[in-house]
Structure formats: C-alpha cells, structure tokens
C-alpha cells in the first residue's frame, strides 16, 4: 500500500513538473552593467528565475531592438544547460517613456485643467452678463419706477456689465496664451511619442534542466545607437606648477532603455571596425595614359556626384553639428572613482559610482579622471604666419594614460582662453599642448631690404631679402622664447638659394627652418635678423620671391 501511494505520488509530481516546465517562462531583467565604445555599448542585464526540471524556453523580453543578436551570451549560477539562443522582435510591447515625455504629459495634464477652470470662469461670468440683460427688459416692463430709481438701476447695470466685459476679456486673453502653450507642447509631445518606440527584441533561451533552483541569470550584449567620444579640459595655474588635465567622454545613447543608476565603464575599443588583418596584394606598376586617366576619372566623378572634396567637407560639417547639439550635463564628477584597467587592444575606465543615461540621444559629460603631468613651460611664435606667441606646456609619459584624440577646453590661471586639439596619437617622446595666446609679448615681423640686382654682361640677376623680428616682453618675469622662420628653398636647377645671415638661429637645411630658442627677461626687447639671395636667370619668373 505505502509502494502504491508512493508511486503515485512520485508519478503525479513528474506530471505536474512535465507540464510546467514544458511552458515558457518570459523573464523580466535590469539593465545593471553599461561598458560603452566608442561606438556600439555592451549591456549587462540580470534577472531571477526559478529554474524547474526539463526542457523549455526561457523568453527575456524588452531588449533594445538595437541589439546585436550575434552578441548574445547568457551565464547562470544554477545547474542547466543552454542548448540554444534565438530572437524575434515583439511589436506589441509596453512604450517605456522617457523622463522627459513623462514631465511634458504631467505639464499638459496641468495646463489642460487650469484651461478647464478658466473656461468656467468664462461661462460664469457670461451667464451673469446674459441674467443683467434679461432683468433690464424685466424691469423696463414694470410701470411706477422712479427716475431716482431708474438712474440708481442704469449706474449698477453699467458697472458690473463694465467689470464683466473687463474681467471676461482677461479671461479670455489668458485662455489663448495658455491654449498656445498647450498646442507647443502637444507638439513637442507627438514629437518625443515619435521617437518613443514599443518595438522590443525578445531573446528565447532554450534551457534542459534537471533541479529546481532559484538562478540569477547574467544576459551580455551590445547595442547600437550609443557610444562617447573624448573631451579634455587643460588646466594651467601657473608655468610653475604641473598640468592639470582633466579627461571626460561625452557618452550619449538612443538605445530605447533608460541606463538607470548602472555601474559604467568607458571603453577606448571600438567593436564597429574591421577586425581582420589586411595583407598586401602584388603591387604592378603601369603606363600612364592622360587620356585613359582623364576618362576614367571624370567617369568616377560623374557617378560619384560629389567632388574629391566633398568626405572633408562633410565631416566637418558632421564635427559641427554634434558640437551644436551638445548637452553639456555633467552627471557626477568621477574622476576620483575611476579604476584604468589597460586590456590587450585598449584601455577600460571603470567608474564604480552609478550612473543615469536617458535615452534621448543627448550628450552627457562624464569625468573620467584627473591627471596631474609635469610640464615644461615656453612660449612660442611664427610670425611670418601670425604675429601673435602662444603658450606651449610639453609634457612626457602621456602615453601610460590610454587617453585618446579630442578636443580639449584650455584654462590658463583660472580664465577660459579658448578651444584646442589634445592629440595623444603623436609618436614622439613628448607632447606639446597649445594653451592659448599671450597678449603680453609683443612680436613684429618686417621686411627690411628688397632689392634686386642685374647682371647686364650675364643672363642672371640676384634678389636679396632681409627680415627683421622685433619681441617685447611685458609679462613681470623672465620666458623661454622659440621664434621659428624661414627662408625658401629651390627644385630648379637654375634657381639658387644663399642663406648670407641667420641671424644666429639653428638652421635646418632641408626644410630651410629657421629657429632661436633664448631667455627674455621681464620688460626687455629683442630684434632678431635672418637675409638671403636668390640667383635666377633673367628669363624666370619667380611669383612668389
């Protein structure tokens, strides 16, 4: 007997567990981990499960209908085994609504009942107006009214119906501003509702277990339609103390999840490019044929429809319109909570203090960590190209950083001077950043001497030229000056070149750069000299001598 009850008790257990495990189980999950690249942003969402004996689907729904499905990979601390992972969208999921939509539909619901009781106002004080009109024509009907009455009667109709018509009208002036507002900001509605969306990606997850357990599952993807790119601000106190520079990454996302208070990472790989390796084709020279290459470069240009310019001149109008549209909402200054983990291909920024990312597409700056760099301080000019001297703070070991390419905001003492170009990708032992211009050192370059002289025995004739660079220092103490120039250099045999006077500056003869590098002390004043000849046969015309 007890054999019997026992098994049936075991077989009705299997039966109920068959059924149950034979339905699909849609999980809900959270968003709880964000590493974004510079393109593409992997994701890290968890969910509890109650994972039961058998063979069945667990469905996790509303994921970015962004994702990558290749990049699906599930893990477990439970027991089971995934046999397969597949996706399907789902078109008939709940909108989640963005921060913002929800603040516009509180704000219409506001508006939409102060119209609502400005409009009863409005009907109150007309249905008071149409009630004195009546009683007039009562009372115009009634015979024994005294003209004392009367005029006390006329002197009351005329005064309220004037702060009727007065208070009416104010009335309804305030219902067009507030019917106004509320059409610009329905409008501004549909337009976020357009962009809101309820498509959702469901990921099923094909299981065959054989516990009940209680498993936090740990679903990775990555997801388009977000990213960051660098920003830095360069911080100069003084040209005695180290450089201060402050690395942020505009990070922005239109994924369709809002990142609510997730654990973020900054990411300088970029999983968009072409990970295989390139090899070298054979390399065949060929004969040039200007009428073959002619055709067949108007032919390109002809299909092209742009010309050879044009991949410039849209880039920077794309650099142009994100620096428009930037959002510069600081999150949370994390630089001091920020961990850099170099990797074999790039370095990772892990912020251990949680962050909140809409998904509205905006760019939010986030600090990513404070650097302080020794720095070796001068000041620098061209005026053959600009008669203005920069500051430049040379910096070294700026490679251990991992930082990338961006545009950087220059401080110098405390003041805003400007925008710049932080480029980490030169090769060199040192890296020179451009702190502005400084209006204290005045510099003049002139021309001194122009003269040309003929040779009328020969066929040659012989052009000197003579500059002359006058500096000033104003600033209270001594600077370190580079002044850089130069002089022309010739590819036509018969057009020779005579540096006569370098003025005392370190040539270079093969790019025929000019450079002196000295001390000025405070309120002192400097000239430097640099001439040369130009000898060319009188048949030459040398346009721009």
């Known amino acids: 007997m007890f054999n019997f009850t026992k098994s049936i008790f075991t077989t009705l257990l299997i039966t109920i567990n068959f059924i149950y495990a034979k339905a699909d189980i849609t999980v809900s999950s959270k968003i709880t981990e964000v590493m974004v690249y510079q393109q593409f942003a992997q994701i890290t969402a968890n969910a509890d499960v109650n994972i039961v004996p058998g063979t069945y689907n667990l469905i996790v729904d509303n994921l970015s209908q962004y994702t990558n499905e290749g990049s699906l990979q599930l893990k477990g601390d439970a027991n089971f085994v995934i046999l397969s992972i597949s996706t399907q969208m789902n078109y008939l999921g709940e909108e989640k609504k963005s921060r913002q939509l929800i603040a516009l539909e509180d704000s219409i619901d506001r508006l939409t009942s102060k119209i609502s009781a400005n409009n009863s106002q409005i009907e109150v004080y007309t249905a008071e107006h149409d009630m004195i009109i009546a009683n007039q024509k009562i009372s115009g009907a009634n015979n024994g ?16 119906l004037l702060d009727i018509k007065i208070k009416r009208g104010d009335l309804q ?89 997730v654990k973020m990472s900054i990411s300088t790989g970029n999983p968009s490019l072409n990970n295989t390796k390139p090899n070298l084709q054979p390399y065949y020279l060929s004969i040039y044929n200007p009428v073959t290459n002619y055709n067949t470069n108007n032919y390109r240009n002809k299909n092209a429809g742009v010309p050879a310019e044009m991949p410039q001149m849209m880039m920077e109008s794309k650099t142009e319109k994100q620096g428009n549209r930037m959002d510069e909402i600081v999150v949370t200054n994390s630089s001091a909570y920020t961990t850099n983990v170099e990797s074999t291909t790039s370095n990772v920024f892990e912020i251990s203090l949680p962050y909140t990312i809409p998904s509205d597409g905006k760019e939010y700056v986030v600090a990513i960590q404070t650097y302080d760099v020794p720095a070796v301080y001068s000041y620098y000019s061209t005026p053959k190209l600009e008669k203005e001297v920069f500051l430049i703070a040379t910096i070294t070991n700026w490679e251990q950083t991992g930082l990338l390419p961006g545009e950087a905001n220059l401080f110098n003492e405390g003041t805003y001077v400007g925008k710049s170009y932080f480029d980490t990708k030169i090769t060199g032992d040192t890296l020179p950043i451009s702190l502005g211009r400084d209006k204290n050192i005045n510099i003049n370059r002139k021309k001194t001497k122009n003269f040309t002289e003929k040779n009328f025995t020969g066929n040659t004739k012989k052009t000197s030229l003579e500059y002359e660079i006058e500096i000033k220092n104003k600033k209270k103490g001594e600077i370190d000056l580079v002044i850089e120039d130069q002089y022309p250099l010739s590819k036509i045999e018969e057009v020779e070149v005579e540096l006569y006077n370098d003025g005392g500056a370190t040539v270079n003869k093969e790019t025929g750069k000019l450079r002196w590098n000295f001390k000025l002390k405070a309120a002192e004043n400097k000239t430097l000299k640099f001439g040369y000849h130009v000898k060319y046969p009188k048949k030459i015309i040398l346009n721009n001598l």
């Open 145 to 160: 009214v005294t003209t004392l009455e009367l005029e006390k009667m006329a002197n009351f109709y005329r005064q309220r």
């Open 173 to 261: 002036r305030k219902q067009q501003e507030m019917a106004k507002k509320q059409l610009a900001l329905t409008n501004q509605l549909n337009q976020l509702k357009a962009e809101q969306t309820s498509v959702y990606l469901q990921a099923i997850i094909s299981i065959q277990s054989n516990i009940t357990a209680k498993t936090k599952l740990s679903l990775n993807y990555v997801v388009s339609n977000a990213g960051w790119s660098p920003i830095y601000d360069i911080k100069s106190e003084s040209v005695n103390a180290p450089l201060k520079i402050v690395s942020k990454a505009n990070v922005y996302q239109n994924t369709g999840d809002l990142w609510k208070e």
